[in-house]
């Protein structure tokens, strides 16, 4: 299959973005450890700034995201490079209120999606949350006995407020 063209005018808004942060680009030598010895997970809702929620800047947090913050096996692989070779030695696990994944069942947000868009999604797993805090134990739980993760790691459980900007932490 032929290479497809970029689709520049699609983009249009990103690229400029991207020439005006170019041009007053700092590069600060950053390498690509964490600084801070801190792996963030947390969700792609949009609404969340993991660095500003946490007080860090560029280079001090390795930060995971997806759909509700959940502890995959992708994000398991990444903690084991993140650990062993990328100096994290903390692990957050952050998700949010007010979050999409828990407001449906899995079988709703497929019915969902097979209504307003004629796509039947029921080969995916969307991981959907019954109970944030339940969750959140599991994916906590998840990491602290998974063994190809570097000894020595700490990991804590909290959610983030969307409305008010408090992380709350658990003892889990």
């Known amino acids: 299959m032929p290479a497809q063209e970029f689709p520049r005018d699609a983009f249009a808004d990103v690229l400029a973005s991207n020439t005006n942060y170019a041009a007053n680009f700092d590069d600060q030598h950053l390498t690509g450890r964490a600084a801070q010895g801190l792996a963030i997970i947390t969700c792609m809702d949009s609404r969340i700034s993991p660095l500003a929620i ?4 560029p280079g001090d947090v390795k930060i ?3 759909a509700g913050a959940r502890v995959t096996d992708d994000v398991l692989r990444t903690l084991v490079l ?7 030695d903390r ?4 998700p949010h209120t007010d979050c999409r994944m828990a407001s449906a069942t899995e079988a709703e947000i497929h ?5 307003d868009n004629g796509v039947d999604t029921r080969s995916v797993e969307f991981r959907t949350v ?3 805090l339940e969750a959140l134990q599991t994916d906590v739980t998840r990491i602290r006995t998974y063994p ?3 000894d020595g790691i700490t990991v804590g459980g909290a959610i983030f407020d969307v409305h008010t900007g408090e ?3 658990y003892d889990l």
């Open 54 to 57: 946490v007080g860090m800047q």
């Open 64 to 66: 995971l995201r997806n």
């Open 82 to 88: 993140a650990t062993f070779l990328l100096g994290v």
């Open 91 to 94: 692990v957050l696990v952050m």
């Open 111 to 115: 019915d969902t999606i097979l209504r």
């Open 130 to 132: 019954k109970d944030q």
């Open 148 to 150: 190809l993760l570097a």
């Open 167 to 169: 992380l709350k932490t």
